[in-house]
């Protein structure tokens, strides 16, 4: 049979640190020719007039909590899949959370299996590092997942690793790329306990960045990295969130040979504490998000490339379990239909240039986790790609939000881009707000 072959057409291209007119070739899975006019050959090639959108690969979130199995009253791996090409992220790293969590081999097959039956975006998981499954944790064969997740800070799921012998084995005995959540144990601890004699469980939300406090970030992120630089672990510190954690990472070496890289959520970038008194509990994440100096410093970072990557660390949780007094409101929020778009915004704003969208959210992530043939717009590269109008303006609310749990911790705000195609493999799988009937989500495959 003949490949299916689609002509994107007068598209302005943003790749490697370029923006430029072109058409792009796919045929079949893979983006055939790039060049400045390309001809359709025969009367079967599919044309898209691309005329006055930007075209970018397909953004790769390295952190999603999609829940499955166990939390499904949450989100599911479809809803949120989904959710996620609507907002142009063709890929996600998946992370062990669950329930079960993800701890062994067979656990982790499972989630494979729910995936390559249900989900609309390619896909991998983090293999989940706990107390007691070290002999487990040297089973993972680092070809087959994006790499290791521990918590070093408690959260959602219950899986702080806070014996140091063990991570001290972890570290030193693992090949896998270790992926860490950064909050000292003890230093939250007694913060809680200082505002919970105070206030009791009712304590107000705007205290949450000084319970979760830039001192307990800091702390166990330069514990972390020290016993990276000890052991010669391969380390990627999640969701920095204070100015003081910018200054441990070096910009002076080309990420594919750095040791010890770092990523920035969506939320630490958007949002600061003088957002506590509107959002609330909505805004509730762990790290949590502080203060505005912090925002500029993570900023600044990001762009001088001591910080890697931009995810979303997309935390669903119903709104009944949002809608709670602190203590109990459970930390987290969804983001993945929203994360490219909140970034063009900031584009917008002046504060990026499109193509450091990209070089964040598409390229680095494919260095960083060595994603075979994606994050690129590249000949013989997987057509993974997404086009938005950059003056289109839409806000978010009830009726176009994707999430399960139904609610977005940007409900109310106007973006000026809109994501109109995304190709996924290939195929045309949405277009103009509809999802199109096609299975062509596939397994992240490393060159490792
Ligand atoms: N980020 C969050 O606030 N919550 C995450 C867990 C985590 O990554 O800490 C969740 O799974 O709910």
Redesign the pocket.
Known sequence: MKEKTTLIKNAKIINEGKVFSGDILIEGEYIKQIDTSISAKSANVKIVDAEGKYILPGVIDD?V?F?EPGLTEKATIETESRAAIAGGITSFIE?P?TNPQTTTIEKLEEKFAIAAETSSANYSFMFGGTNDNLEEILKVDKTNVAGLKL?L?S???NMLVDNPEVLEKIFSSTDLLISV?CEDEATIKANFKKYHDEYGDDIPVKYHPLIRSEEACYLSSSKAIQLAKKTGARLHI??LSTGKETKLFSNKIPLKDKKITAEVCIHHLWFTDEDYEKKGTLI????AVKKKSDREQLWKALLDGRIDVIAT?H???TKDEKDNIYTNA????PLVQHALPAMLEMHHRGKISLEDVVEKMCHNPAILFQVEKRGYIKEGYFADLVLVDLNNPWTVNKDNILYKCGWSPFEGTTFKSRITHTFLNGSLVYQNAEFKNVKAAKRLTFTR
């Open positions: 952190q909590h829940r992370m959370n918590f800070g959260s959602t799921g959540h999640f969701h509730k994440w762990n790290p660390d935390a669903p949780h459970p930390s987290g929020g």
